[in-house]
């Protein structure tokens, strides 16, 4: 079974610092990768999608790297804003077997940035 | 990418009672799935919602408890019955297939439920 883990869980910085989220998945086997931000009670909004074959995408300020032989994603984020507040998660999807489909995520990343 | 209106936003309900979320997607999808996040946890997938047949759930979810409907493409409620405290959560609609760019998965912004 699929298992995602995101290092680390919480994260307080000051405005301006450029942040690495780490984001690790034990089955390769994936069609895609997702990063989602959410606020506190609110749904998910889709930062990046990065496919299989990708190595990394960007938006903006927000990069976001892909390793899938070692089974690894990061989500960089440069000058960091009191906006960019959130919880950030990660998400892979299956591309084989009765999972086909399916995302699983990790826990997320609780970030805080402070003017 | 598709647009889902997903309601109610939020609501307090009585133990006991049932609640029925609706998802609307303003395009066809392939797929539809919905999600339940507990308190300070990450997501968990219920079910995957099936046109036109019954849906496909996950191990500890059963259908008496979370009856789900799918009668076309763009639209499908989420049923959570007989509420407990513990069915506090936020569930979410989300979206795949035809219509999400590089198929992706869009999500809606959640039903806020507190059950008292």
């Known amino acids: 079974k699929q298992e995602v883990t995101q290092i680390p869980a919480a994260l307080s910085v000051p405005e301006g610092e450029n942040l690495v989220l780490n984001c690790s998945f034990t089955d390769s086997a994936i069609y895609n990768l997702q990063w989602f931000r959410q606020d506190p009670g609110k749904g998910l909004t889709s930062l990046l999608l990065i496919q299989s074959s990708q190595r990394e995408q960007t938006s903006g300020r927000l990069n976001a790297s892909l390793d899938k032989s070692s089974g690894r994603s990061t989500l960089y984020i440069a000058a960091s804003q009191p906006g960019d507040s959130a919880t950030y998660l990660c998400?892979?999807?299956?591309?084989?077997?009765?999972?086909?489909?399916?995302?699983?995520f990790g826990r997320g990343t609780q970030l805080t940035v402070w003017p | 990418s598709a647009v889902i209106s997903q309601k109610p936003s939020r609501d307090i309900c009585q133990r006991g009672t049932s609640l029925t979320i609706q998802c609307q997607v303003d395009?066809?999808?392939?797929?539809m799935f919905w999600y339940r996040q507990q308190p300070g946890q990450s997501l968990t997938l219920i079910a995957t919602?099936?046109?036109?047949?019954?849906?496909?759930?996950e191990s500890g979810f059963v259908i008496d408890k979370f009856p789900i409907s799918r009668p076309n493409l763009t639209f499908s409620t989420l049923t959570v019955s007989n509420m407990s405290p513990e069915d506090s959560s936020i569930y979410l609609c989300?979206?795949?297939?035809?219509?999400?760019?590089?198929?992706?998965?869009?999500f809606g912004s959640g039903t806020r439920l507190t059950v008292v």
């Open positions: 989300s979206v795949s297939g035809q219509g999400i760019s590089n198929y992706g998965y869009t």
């Open positions: 998400a892979v999807r299956q591309d084989r077997g009765s999972t086909l489909g399916r995302l699983y």
């Open positions: 919602a099936n046109q036109g047949s019954e849906a496909t759930y």
């Open positions: 395009s066809q999808v392939t797929m």
